[in-house]
């Protein structure tokens, strides 16, 4: 058996938010931390991470 995460017992999608949630939210709140999520997910179509990374920043 190959711990979870491993390249050969990869997290799902919905784990992968799932902690993102988990760590995130408490510090961000839900509705940010959903905006990251979707822009992390469609990153291969961004321009850049300008929007992104200002979502990143804690204010």
């Known amino acids: 058996d ?3 995460g491993n390249a050969l017992n990869p997290v799902s999608d919905k784990q992968l938010e799932g902690k993102f ?3 995130v939210v408490p510090a961000l709140g ?3 931390a959903k905006k990251i999520v979707d822009l ?3 990153l291969d179509e961004a321009r850049n ?3 992104l990374m ?3 920043v804690m204010k």
């Open 21 to 23: 949630d988990a760590l």
């Open 49 to 51: 991470v300008d929007e």
């Open 30 to 32: 839900e509705a940010r």
């Open 2 to 4: 190959y711990p979870l």
């Open 54 to 56: 200002s979502g990143l």
């Open 40 to 42: 992390a997910w469609k």
